[in-house]
């Protein structure tokens, strides 16, 4: 079946520009994370949801940083008056609600110019 | 927190050989360790896990073993092959937080030479 994909594969913006980051997960999966990958580190965790729910937002490094699911499905990681430090790759994994396996996306190359 | 650490950073391999990765955990809370293959612009792939009740776990090349009380887990690949190579994380979970996320290691890359 289909995997984890995420939108748009890379984005390049210019510092104090708003982005918008998409993660379609894999149908059927109730929990959602966020996670970024610095060059030459690990993943970071950002957010989880659990349904449309976020009752974990503590690894958002900052209030221009927010995310939200909608119908238990789509979710859509914002970053607000964007930074040359948010450059990164932010990857989106789902799991069954059930399990601890978590499967993740391609990512989205952000650059911050 | 959970603080996972990973080494050797790199590890060349001759085609055929061994590689293993050791990672260590902090949290003695952590229940959950899987080891992540990660190739160039592409999104980690799960290859392999092992919970805490487990000491080892084998699939066809790939083992991985948990030692609790010393707190580190290792990654063995059998009889390399160049597609083996690819970066590698290990992580860990608790469920401390409510849920199941993973704290990584900064990742070994493998290099395999044929």
């Known amino acids: 079946g289909a995997g984890v994909s995420q939108s748009p594969s890379n984005k390049v913006t210019e510092k104090g520009k708003d982005v918008e980051l998409r993660c379609d997960p894999i149908?059927?999966?109730?929990?959602l994370y966020w996670y970024r990958q610095s060059l030459g580190q690990g993943l970071e965790f950002l957010i989880y949801f659990q349904g449309n729910s976020a009752p974990d937002k503590s690894g958002l490094p900052s209030d221009r940083f927010s995310a939200e699911r909608t119908g238990g499905s789509v979710s859509t990681l914002t970053i607000q008056r964007t930074q040359q430090e948010d450059s990164a790759v932010y990857l989106c994994?789902?799991?069954?609600?059930?399990?601890?396996?978590?499967?993740f996306g391609p990512g989205t190359r952000l650059t911050v110019l | 927190g959970e603080n996972v650490e990973q080494h050797p950073s790199t590890l060349s391999v001759q085609e055929g050989d061994s590689a293993v990765i050791k990672c260590t955990y902090s949290?003695?809370?952590?229940?959950?360790f899987p080891w992540y293959k990660q190739e160039l612009g592409k999104g980690p792939q799960l290859i392999i896990d092992?919970?805490?009740?487990?000491g080892e776990k084998k699939d066809q090349r790939i083992a991985v073993t948990l030692n609790k009380t010393a707190k580190h887990f290792s990654l063995h690949i059998t009889e390399t092959q160049p597609e083996d190579s690819a970066v590698y994380f290990c992580?860990?979970?608790?469920?401390?937080?409510?849920?199941?996320?993973?704290?990584f290691g900064k990742g070994n890359q493998v290099v395999v030479i044929p």
């Open positions: 149908s059927g999966h109730t929990a």
């Open positions: 992580a860990a979970g608790s469920g401390s937080y409510g849920n199941n996320r993973l704290a």
């Open positions: 092992i919970r805490s009740n487990v």
């Open positions: 994994a789902s799991s069954p609600g059930h399990s601890n396996e978590q499967f």
């Open positions: 949290d003695s809370a952590s229940n959950y």
